[in-house]
């Protein structure tokens, strides 16, 4: 039972790697917002506009700010322990072997399956780029098999949909629909990533650069086709509201906001390659997240302000469709977004196909897994192996599943990922100051946490007095899961302004604690029952290998081979 909860202690030894240290501050700056302004922009922020309404803006400050205090907790961590591994690594030297395996194993299914989604958006952008050059790829080529079910059995008007289960040619008495280019997109990144870092830092950098231009052109050009009385909607009931689907609607939007975030965690796995870690990773992780915010902030507001929400149904390509004919009318504008979009979505790809290796590489390095996914391939000086099973963990998904599963599949392991992040913060010592290196201001939290957590809960009741009046009527066919969500939360935060209280706890991670706990109020059971499944499969792997494998374990017993 004390193998479960030992932790790993490191200490200046285990800085020492064979990997390339190529990266400065402005590299991860780059890289992170290749990361996060990526498919949260270009793909999932129409679904979030949808079910959000104009009010979902409320929802990217809350994700922003969740983020920031969480930026800050792994840029703590960064500091303390520059190895690659990111919450996996922090997870061991805060709680302890078993829930670093927990927090490894969701980090694999973060960037997994995040990359899945992401390549099947870059490929809905990229074959409607060639259909407007002309080009046309056959609906079933371009879209999942359970996709294209999926909408044919519940008589979707997406036409595209439709007309790839109904064109699709019969193999061996199954329906051939495969997306093609979701599949080659992945074989291309892994092979990039799989040269090497630098050659992957010039190429990302490249992509960012035109990627920031083209969004700043969007803000610039969408500001004078804003209609302000679309921020306030008109409903069904005749009235206007900023949240036209309640605030429980908002809600059900976080795992397509949330989306848009996760990609800064992926900047901590680049510790061991990037120069100075102390100082530069901590600072690049807070810039690349508060530049992203800022843009998310104006994109939601320009286009909730452009068009209607509810016309934002089933649009995988928000950004260009405020642009077409329907709409803005703006082809040319149209066509640089399509070809933005294609860019941005690549260099999200190449940075979660850069952050999974080096996740798998500090497990094995571990002994958690085997030894073979730590090897570095002595040309490139990059986690080869681990790097490859990358590329087919994401690709033979591509084949089986759909955007929507895997979107709030990915949130839901990324929002916990965060939650015992800013928990890890909490229960490691003070450290001392050391000139060079990021230091998180210590405030004590004893009294103004529960003083905020009171302000915030009267506010919140004063906003919002229907949903607190209701808050126990849990059998609500809609908002019933929501409300129970939300009776557990408070409960936790009542606990936690205990602790704040009695333990004298450092303020900023508990506020990042508390805010990302208030986000895993959006997810359904569906979400918790695949969540608690996946994480059931890690733990019998875990227990049948990685227990007794164990670095820790073998130096125990002085088995050090």
């Known amino acids: ?126 074959t409607g780029f060639l259909e407007r050059l002309g080009f046309i790829v056959p609906d079933y080529l371009s879209t999942s098999y359970p996709e294209a079910r999926k909408a044919f059995e519940n008589g979707s008007e997406n036409k595209n949909l439709i007309n790839a289960w109904v064109s699709a040619p019969m193999v061996a008495g199954w329906k051939f629909i495969v997306d093609i280019p979701a599949i080659l997109i992945n074989i291309c990144i892994t ?10 830092k010039n190429f990302n950098n490249m992509l960012v650069i035109l990627k920031i231009a083209v969004i700043i052109l969007i803000i610039c050009v969408g500001v004078f086709y804003i209609d302000s009385d679309n921020w306030s909607p008109v409903g069904e009931d005749g009235t206007s509201s900023f949240m036209p689907n309640g605030f429980s609607g908002v809600m059900a939007a976080v795992s397509g906001v949330f989306f848009a975030y996760i990609g800064f965690d992926a900047l901590s796995v680049l510790s061991e390659e990037t120069k100075n870690p102390q100082k530069n990773l901590p600072r690049g992780m807070i810039i690349s997240l508060v530049v992203s915010t800022l843009i998310y902030i104006a994109l939601t507001l320009i286009l909730t ?21 329907e709409n803005g009318n703006l082809p040319w504008m149209e066509y640089i977004v399509s070809v933005t979009a294609i860019i941005a979505i690549t260099s999200v790809l190449l940075v979660f196909q850069m952050g999974q290796p080096r996740i798998w590489y500090a497990m094995s390095r571990d002994g958690l897994l085997p030894k073979k996914f730590s090897s570095i391939h002595e040309k490139y000086r990059t986690p080869g192996f681990a790097t490859i099973i990358t590329g087919i963990a994401v690709g033979l998904p591509i084949l089986f599943t759909d955007k929507s599963f895997i979107l709030d599949f990915t949130s839901i392991g990324t929002i916990f990922a965060f939650v015992l992040v800013n928990g890890g913060i909490l229960l490691m010592p003070r ?72 333990r004298n706890l450092s303020l900023f991670p508990l506020l990042g604690l508390t805010c990302c706990l208030y986000l895993l109020t959006g997810m359904t059971h569906n979400n918790w029952f695949w969540f608690g499944l996946w994480f059931a499969v890690g733990l019998i792997i875990y227990f049948m290998y990685g227990m007794k494998n164990s670095k820790l374990q073998r130096d125990l017993n002085g088995d050090l081979n």
């Open 1 to 126: 039972m004390n193998q479960l909860f030992r932790r790993k202690h490191y200490n200046e030894a285990d800085h020492s790697t064979g990997l390339n240290r190529v990266l400065g501050v402005w590299d991860i700056v780059f890289f992170g917002l290749a990361a996060i302004i990526g498919a949260g922009s270009f793909s999932s922020l129409g679904e979030a506009i949808f079910r959000g309404g104009p009010g979902v803006i409320s929802l990217y400050v809350i994700c922003g700010i969740a983020c920031g205090f969480t930026a800050l907790s792994y840029a703590e961590f960064a500091s303390r322990i520059p190895v690659a591994g990111s919450a996996y690594t922090y997870a061991y030297a805060s709680f302890g072997e078993l829930m670093a395996w927990i927090i490894g194993w969701a980090l694999i299914m973060e960037y997994s399956f995040g990359n899945i989604y992401v390549a099947f958006s870059w490929s809905d952008y990229f």
């Open 191 to 200: 092979a990039l990533v799989y040269i090497g870092v630098k050659e992957s």
């Open 305 to 325: 302000g452009f068009v209607d929400y509810r016309k934002f149904e089933g649009v995988g390509d928000p950004l260009s469709f405020i642009f077409s004919p």
């Open 431 to 502: 450290k001392e100051k050391l000139q060079g290196r990021f230091h998180m201001p210590y405030v004590n939290s004893k009294y103004i946490f529960p003083v905020l957590f009171l302000v915030s809960l009267a506010g919140f009741y004063y906003w919002q007095p229907d949903f607190f009046a209701n808050l126990l009527k849990w059998s609500d066919p809609v908002e019933g899961e929501f409300r129970i969500s939300v009776t557990i939360y408070l409960i936790i935060n009542f606990v936690l302004v205990y602790f704040s209280f009695t």
